[in-house]
C-alpha cells in the first residue's frame, strides 16, 4: 500500500500494533498521534508515560515483565527517594529517568512536547514519526464512583497506579483539551494519511483524549472511509488494564459491539478478533463493517497478519 499510515495511539495495545505495522510498510510513511493525557508532573519532572511506551516498544527496549518502562531496569533512585518519605507510588526506573530528565530540561529551555519527542525517537533511531496529539496540557481526570471518596475527582495516573484502577469510576473528563490545539502536523497527518488505524488501546481514556483535541475528531469523521479501527475488547474483556470495566462504568457496553457503537462515527471497519465472530452481524447493525481475524498480538505471528489486514 502506498501512501502514509497514521495511528491514534495509546500505550501497550498501540505500541505491538505500530511495531507490527512497521514490519509491513517502512517506518517513514507511518505516523503516530499519542494520547498525552496521562502526562503528569511528578518530582519537578514531565513523564509522557503513552509516548514512551511506543518509543520503548519500537526500540526493543520495553520492560517485558511491566510493558512500560525500560528493560535491565533498576530502581536505585526509587530506594533513595522512599527513604526520604517521597512519592513513590508511581515507579520511575533509574535509566528511564533519564528520558525524564531530558524531556523536562527541553520544555524547560522552551521546546515544545512535539519537538522533544522527535529529538527522543531519533535518539532511539526509530524511524517513524511519533507526534503528541497536542503541545497543551490535556489531563485525563477521573470521578471516582463509590465508596468514602464517590464524587472525587483524581488524576488518571492517581486512578491507574495509586489505586490500581480498582475503584469504580462514574465520570472522566479531558482537563485543558477546549482550549488545546492539535500539534503541528498531527490534522495533516490525518487528512493525508491513505489509511488511519485506530489502534487496540482503552477507547475512553486512551482514544478519546486524542479525539477531545478540538479538529482530531472532525478530521478522523472526514477520514472516515480510509479508517480502521481494531477492538481492544476480545471476548467481552480487555486484553491489558480496566477498558473493559471503564466501560461498564460509563454506561457502555463492555463488547465489540460496544466499541462498535462509539467507533461507528469515525471508522469504517472495525477489526473484530474470531473469539466474537458471533458478534459480527451485531457489531454490522451498528453501522461499522466487521472484519473478523485474530488479533491477540503476543501470540505469534498475529501481531504482523494483523498489520496486513489493518492496511488491506
Ligand atoms: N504503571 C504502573 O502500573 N505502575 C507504575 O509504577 C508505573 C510507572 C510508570 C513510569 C513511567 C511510565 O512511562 C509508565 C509507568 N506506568 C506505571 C505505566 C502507565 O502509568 C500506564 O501504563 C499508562 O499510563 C496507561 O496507558
Known amino acids: 500500500m502506498e501512501g502514509g499510515v497514521t495511528v491514534l495511539a495509546g500505550g501497550v495495545g498501540a505500541a505491538r500494533m505500530l511495531a507490527a505495522l512497521t514490519q509491513v510498510v517502512p517506518p517513514e510513511r507511518i505516523t503516530a498521534v499519542a494520547n498525552v493525557g496521562d502526562d503528569l508532573v511528578l518530582h519537578g519532572l514531565h513523564i509522557s ?25 533498576t530502581w536505585q533512585a526509587m530506594e533513595t527517594l522512599g527513604r526520604y518519605g517521597g512519592v513513590d507510588w508511581f515507579n520511575l526506573g533509574d535509566r528511564d529517568l533519564g528520558t525524564h530528565l531530558y524531556r523536562t530540561h527541553r520544555l524547560q529551555q522552551g521546546a515544545s512536547l512535539t519537538e522533544v519527542t522527535g529529538e527522543i525517537v531519533r535518539a532511539w533511531d526509530l524511524g517513524l514519526r511519533l507526534l503528541p496529539v497536542t ?26 497506579v495509586q489505586r490500581r484502577h480498582s475503584v469504580a469510576v462514574s465520570a472522566v473528563r479531558f482537563d485543558g483539551a477546549s482550549n488545546a490545539t492539535p500539534a503541528p502536523d498531527v490534522l495533516t497527518a490525518i487528512d493525508e494519511a491513505m489509511r488511519v488505524v485506530i489502534a487496540p488501546s482503552n477507547p475512553v481514556v486512551s482514544i478519546d483524549p486524542v479525539l477531545a483535541v478540538p479538529g482530531v475528531r472532525d478530521a478522523v469523521t472526514a477520514a472516515r472511509q480510509r479508517t480502521v479501527a481494531v477492538s481492544p475488547i476480545v471476548a467481552g474483556a480487555a486484553l491489558k488494564g480496566p477498558a473493559d470495566r471503564l466501560l461498564h462504568e460509563l454506561g457502555h457496553d463492555a463488547s465489540v459491539v460496544g466499541v462498535a457503537r462509539l467507533y461507528a462515527p469515525l471508522a469504517r471497519t472495525l477489526v473484530i478478533d474470531e473469539a466474537d465472530a458471533d458478534l459480527a452481524d451485531a457489531v454490522a447493525d451498528e453501522g461499522i463493517e466487521p472484519l473478523v481475524t485474530r488479533t491477540i498480538m503476543s501470540e505469534p505471528g498475529v501481531a504482523v497478519s494483523l498489520a496486513r489486514a489493518v492496511l488491506s
Do not use: K, S
Open 135 to 160: 503541545d497543551d496540557r490535556l489531563r485525563t481526570m477521573v470521578t471516582l464512583g463509590e465508596g468514602p471518596d464517590a464524587g472525587r475527582e483524581i488524576t488518571f495516573q492517581e486512578y491507574f
Open 49 to 73: 508515560p503513552d509516548l514512551d511506551t511506543v518509543t520503548y516498544t519500537l526500540a526493543g527496549q520495553i520492560n517485558p515483565e511491566t510493558g512500560w518502562g525500560l528493560a535491565g531496569e
